[in-house]
């Protein structure tokens, strides 16, 4: 057993694993396909949002990963193929059996994802064209050209890969990721794709990636509008011939490596949501449980007034309680203490004579970091936002046009 | 009976009130301290926020008011005195006595309201100090200046006031609002004051003013805060000599007046929504109870992303979709329909083939319109919202300073 490294190539950092990213034409401009492929077929698990409105593509995978076993995703940008009735079942359908019938698969070993604009047919002859081409180029070094070909508004890739040794045999975890809107608890507006070359049966990696995207992309929120394209798919295909034994450590560090992989394309969300200027770490503790830790974090994180006054700089901490205090959750004002980064603002529910001007550097840095103890018990929680900006207004205002 | 007319006059055009508002220097400009008054004792009800975080002036007024009769009501802008721990309440307190010791009330005859930055002590000296000057000024007409004086960034002062007809005598409803941020369903961020000279007792007043607040201010949202200063008081002092009978149709005429005044205010706070270019109704219908007809509407009408849109005046409709199917409700995909305006946009969860340039007309104007059915049931429910824009986000992120 070893400690968990970062190295390079994301998605195709593991072994037996290509992936691609082409133009077909969806979006105005740049990359809008991507592909990720599995030299054998592989555990795959998948999770998905809760919303009640879901995108097409999320009732063809969820009947496809009933197997356990896939060997594909392809992916979209640029048309989120949602509210499209049953039409839209039926194009992405056409998505799955092109690239099924290229690579000589079944149907149901391929996986599919789309994000983008909701309410417009997918322009399945673009994509069927370009099939071809996206497959012949698939290699090794593929992950960076397929994170480029998930953007929508997202301005950077995401990218993130650990490796660590168990007995002697190496295993990494790789992973990609987009946002950048409608991102909130409960899955967000966002596709990310993790890759594993551990051997793993379906139903473990089905537990463990539940548990990982619980603490990760659960925990994050951008705008508190939920997609209805959210989706989390993972490939595990043993190629490292290190089999994960949950009878032994092996199972809990291949956890931590997947947590970590979770948790970094997490906040390279935030760091990217739509118009954000700083990043924010929002703790709870002293809850009189996680749920309840959970559910002040999740009001105080998606606050506009919270979120504009770190976008301000201006250290108006009672907007932080007022939020806090909206939550549904029992909460005592005259116990109640606020911190922003190490400075304590509020102390027994009342405010405190702090240094204003430290304050002040606190809340104008790239990060902020705001703790409420609610001193009720022992649960807490720790949930990742960013500021509320003009240009996030800007950005949406205008989106589809 | 006759039918509902408006009037001019406000908490003054009732009976026997007076009202003043002046400047007694928390504000860095206008007027920030208003008071008013009844002639004689009033029957009187009071609803304040849910938030569990709450500011001073509401522990003290749920004291003075639980005899069900109070005299006059004095209100600060410029100042929450919220978070300030038991010195906010004896600071509160030390208000309600200033103005009972000029008026020669007993202090229990005073209701207090503050509104403004959470978390500084409250001026009690500078208020003390202008409160012989306010009750000096009192007047028939004073409607206008307390209504100016509870404004923070209320660009209007918001006063409405109706008249009606009972067994040939003259009934008056008059109220004053401010709003304008941290406007959320379950009590916003703001004060209303209203009066009526109909005499009724104090328990059938709450019962009124309660359905009343439920149908009007509980159904805005500005943006999705919800304040730890909302509060709603009437008086009703019975100077016109009307006594408002459960056992005839008095009661329900009197409500009807109630309803209009405080849903014509609570329309006036979207109006003047910080920031606010539009005024938008979202009408949800379909729904198996009101209860989970009311979820889809908040969660419509406090998604950034559907005000963003509405602010940018670009129909993406799918947008709607995905906030509603994000409510906490059961709601079927392939049943859903949305309209905009009278133009359908979404049929059984599939886009229609609508009229893009009518749609982005509709959508342009100073008001928009969202009817979302779920087609489960009878449960409807009307709630009143603004967009989000630029504007905001500056004013919001520049609040304190």
Redesign the interface.
């Known amino acids: 057993m070893s400690r968990i490294q970062e190295v390079n190539g994301g998605v195709t950092a593991p072994l037996g694993f290509k992936a691609n990213g082409v133009r077909c034409g969806i979006k105005r401009k740049g990359k809008d396909l991507a592909i990720i492929y599995s030299d054998v077929p592989a555990s795959a698990a998948g999770l998905w949002t809760?919303?009640?409105?879901?995108a097409a593509h999320i009732y063809l995978d969820k009947r496809n990963i009933k197997s356990g076993i896939a060997q594909v995703i392809v992916a979209n940008s640029g048309n989120?193929n949602?509210?499209?009735?049953?039409?839209?079942i039926e194009d992405a359908n056409l998505v799955t059996q092109a690239a099924a019938s290229h690579l000589n698969l079944k149907p149901s070993m391929v996986l599919v994802a789309s994000t983008g604009?909701?309410?417009?047919r997918l322009p399945v002859q673009k994509i069927s064209s370009a099939i071809p081409m996206l497959i012949k180029g698939m290699n090794r070094r593929g992950s960076h050209d397929a994170a480029c070909a998930i953007m929508t508004t997202d301005t950077v890739p995401k990218e993130i890969a650990v490796r660590f040794n168990l007995k002697g045999r190496t295993v990494t975890i790789g992973g990609i990721a987009k946002g950048s809107?409608?991102v909130?608890p409960?899955m967000a507006t966002m596709l990310s794709f993790i890759t594993t070359d551990a051997a793993i049966p379906p139903d473990n990696l089905k537990a463990a990636l539940s548990v990982a995207v619980e603490k990760s992309f659960n925990r994050i929120t951008i705008?508190?509008?939920?997609?209805?394209n959210d989706t989390v798919l993972m490939l595990a295909n043993g190629a490292s011939n290190m089999r994960m034994d949950e009878k032994d450590d092996s199972f809990s560090i291949f956890y931590k490596g997947l947590e970590y992989v979770a948790v970094s394309l997490a906040k390279m969300l935030v760091k990217d949501g739509e118009g954000a200027t700083k990043f924010i770490e929002v703790n709870v503790r002293g809850a009189r449980n996680e749920t309840e830790a959970n559910e002040v974090a999740r009001k105080v994180s998606?606050?506009?007034?919270v979120k504009?006054?770190l976008?301000?700089?201006?250290?108006?901490?009672?907007?932080i309680?007022?939020?806090?205090?909206?939550?549904h959750v029992?909460?005592?004002?005259?116990i109640?203490d606020i911190y922003i980064g190490d400075v304590q603002?509020?102390k027994?529910?009342?405010?405190t004579a702090f240094d204003r001007n430290k304050l002040r550097r606190l809340v104008n840095g790239k990060e902020a970091r705001i703790t409420i103890d609610l001193n009720l018990g022992n649960g807490s929680t720790t949930m990742w936002t960013c500021d509320?900006?003009?240009e996030?207004?800007?950005l949406?205002?205008?989106?589809?046009?």
């Open positions: 809760s919303n009640k409105i879901k989120a949602c509210c499209n009735g049953k039409a839209g604009v909701i309410g417009k809107g409608m909130s409960d705008d508190g509008d939920m997609s209805t998606n606050s506009n007034l504009t006054m976008y301000g700089g201006d250290p108006n901490w009672g907007r309680a007022g939020s806090a205090g909206s939550a029992s909460i005592k004002e005259d109640l603002v509020m027994k529910g009342a405010g509320l900006s003009e996030y207004v800007r949406n205002a205008e989106y589809e046009t």
